[in-house]
């Protein structure tokens, strides 16, 4: 057997590395994987070499849990089934469909309590949207939208899309969300927002206000922030209302920009609520815990179905032109997949 892992080796550069496969210990088991999504946000700062160095990759995934050095692996959601244990204790999850956060590799091992067995009615093209499920909900929890409220979405990418997807099963007055692609922005509408505007129209605040005098409207009660680019925060900050709430999902990695913390940001009271995935909020700790979010996770899955946001897949052998066509086309693309077949 032959095991492809996929590695980062330099900005703008990747590879696909002929290893061993691994033996899993005691308390581990073998993966093999049959598709892993690559994630557009995240993933593409390693790409591009904007992660900042003084991180850890991911310090809640134990495959990820050091600090950048190129060459590396990198990736986070990866659905196999169990070809191996490391003990008969394990012969349980033998055959058995899974979900692992671990890089884009053929085979891996992983720990019992490293893995998610699949729902027997969750197809593994909609297990790609784990980490971006979680995400989405994770940004529902932090921002608690209300009802009656006007909520606003800042990028369509994937986390986007399920995030008007999740809001639009609230009792909003109006749900709207804003890209700079057609495509999201048509996908966004068909999930129910009432209206998508274009990111490059130059009088982007115009065209809101008019769309929220229609309704009969004056304010944007919630603003999700998640294009992944730091100046969209200065575009939230000028339409959030009085007192309204911005909640930050993206990571700029290494990018920064000057952020416009005087005049109106001030005396409106603007809340901007930073909202990562890896953690929930210290108020809902009591009631919230991540075995809770993830029966939401895979609830949700089953019912909006998003595999039909994979837009390519890609052999890992063909890695390299996958991520060329999501960092020169990103308005082509939503999900890419890699699949492993020999």
């Not at 529902?140 to 009656?148: A, K, Q, V």
């Not at 008019?210 to 998640?226: H, W």
Request: with cysteine.
């Amino acid at each position: 057997m032959k095991n492809h892992v996929l590695y980062f080796n330099k900005p703008h550069q990747v590879s696909v590395r002929e290893e061993s496969v691994p033996k899993p210990k005691m308390d581990e088991v073998l993966v093999q994987n049959v598709l892993s999504g690559i994630s557009s946000g995240t993933e593409m700062l390693f790409y591009r070499g904007l992660i900042p160095t003084d991180l850890c990759m991911d310090e809640k995934i134990p495959s990820l849990n050091h600090q950048l050095n190129y060459p590396c692996k990198y990736g986070y959601c990866s659905v196999g089934k169990v070809v191996g244990i490391g003990h008969k204790k394990l012969s349980h999850l033998l055959d058995q469909w899974v979900f692992v956060f671990n890089p884009h590799e053929r085979y891996f091992c992983a720990h019992e309590q490293q893995i998610r067995v699949l729902p027997p009615n969750l197809s593994p093209q909609d297990a790609l949207f784990i980490p971006n499920m979680e995400t989405a909900i994770n940004l529902i929890l932090d921002g608690s939208p209300l009802i009656g409220e006007n909520v606003l979405i800042l990028g369509l990418g994937i986390v986007g899309l399920l995030t008007t997807a999740l809001l639009q099963q609230f009792p909003l007055t109006s749900l709207a969300g804003v890209d700079l692609y057609e495509k999201r922005r048509n996908l966004c509408r068909e999930l129910g927002a009432e209206d998508t505007f274009d990111a490059t129209h130059a009088n982007l605040s115009g065209q809101l206000n008019r769309y929220l005098e229609a309704l009969k409207q004056n304010t944007i009660d919630l603003i999700y922030e998640l294009t992944g680019n730091p100046q969209a925060l200065n575009t939230a900050i000028s339409l959030a209302s009085y007192e309204g709430r911005i909640v930050l999902g993206s990571w700029y990695g290494s990018k920064s920009c000057a952020i416009d913390l005087g005049g109106r940001f001030h005396r409106n009271r603007i809340k901007v609520i930073a909202s990562q995935v890896s953690t929930i909020a210290s108020e809902l700790q009591g009631r919230w815990s991540k075995e809770r979010r993830f029966h939401v996770v895979f609830k949700m899955l089953e019912k909006i179905r998003p595999s039909r946001f994979i837009s390519h897949n890609f052999h890992i052998t063909d890695a390299n032109k996958a991520y060329q066509l999501l960092d020169s086309n990103p308005d082509d693309t939503l999900l890419i997949a890699l699949t492993y077949e020999e």
